[in-house]
């Protein structure tokens, strides 16, 4: 089984070099690594261009995160595909061996894990997203699996389609309910970390972000034939809080992950 991962960037020089480090350092083999680069000024480019291990490499403006993304899912040839922003990294160097050894075993279509946010130097963990069990009553309880911590079968994309670019911080969101709840996609739990994330980012920075997150996350219910009930986003930002508790309590008994 072959897998492809996709990571889309623009000046991020500083934590490039860790994300693609992640990647070819699996022990599943040799991974198919697609970066789409948005036209970066910091040095970011100069770093890709030389790094041999990247399967291909395209810089060029772009249209927001999820045309850059449709760009490296079209440019994809693995049996599996999956995004890793380039600020982050996989938690370890078998995720993806496990990952590919899960869609052996169990068959599924869909197959997603758990997630560390963590500080900007990756020394310190801030939040632990678990994600738990998934059922056709989950989206509507507030639950929604962690993006970058999402395996997909490439088949997947060609059945239900790409991202929708209209989307500014939500077009995730939305494809996930479009591929999870109203198509149905068989998907499968591997319960254990398997990306860690750097906290920030465009879609969690500021009030005007949530209020436009929260704007695009109804907006994606109605555009995939449903309403969010009056709880559902609201539950969506409660189910957050015992992430930080979880990680308080272990900060509490002197504990890390």
């Given at each position: ?16 070099g ?28 100069e ?52 990952v ?63 991202f ?45 972000s ?41 900060i ?6």
């Open positions: 089984m072959r897998i492809s991962i996709v990571t889309v960037v623009r000046n991020s020089v500083s934590t490039i860790q994300c693609l480090d992640s990647v070819s350092g699996q022990t599943c083999g040799p991974v198919e690594h697609i970066v789409i680069d948005g036209g970066s000024t910091d040095g970011t480019l770093v890709l261009r030389k790094r041999n291990e990247i399967s291909a490499l395209i810089s060029e403006p772009d249209h927001g995160i999820y045309d850059a993304l449709n760009k490296g899912v079209s440019l994809a040839t693995g049996d599996v595909i999956a995004t890793l922003n380039s600020d982050d990294v996989y938690a370890s160097n078998d995720v993806l061996e496990k590919a050894a899960a869609f052996e075993r169990t068959g599924c279509d869909a197959l997603y894990g758990d997630l560390l946010f963590m500080n900007r130097d990756l020394t310190r963990a801030i939040r632990f997203w678990k994600s738990g069990l998934y059922d056709s009553a989950s989206f509507a309880s507030g639950w929604v699996p962690p993006f970058p911590a999402l395996f997909l079968k490439r088949t997947v994309y060609n059945r239900f389609g790409l929708d670019s209209g989307f500014q911080i939500s077009g995730d969101y939305e494809f996930m309910l479009r591929v999870l709840m109203r198509h149905g996609v068989s998907a499968q739990y591997l319960p254990e970390v398997l990306v860690k994330m750097r906290s920030g980012g465009k879609s969690s920075i500021s009030f005007s949530l209020l436009l997150r929260t704007r695009e996350n109804i907006r994606a219910w109605r555009m995939n034939g449903y309403e969010a009930g009056p709880y559902t986003i609201l539950l969506k930002y409660i189910r957050k809080i015992p992430q930080f508790s979880v990680m308080l309590s272990q509490r008994d002197g504990q890390g992950l």
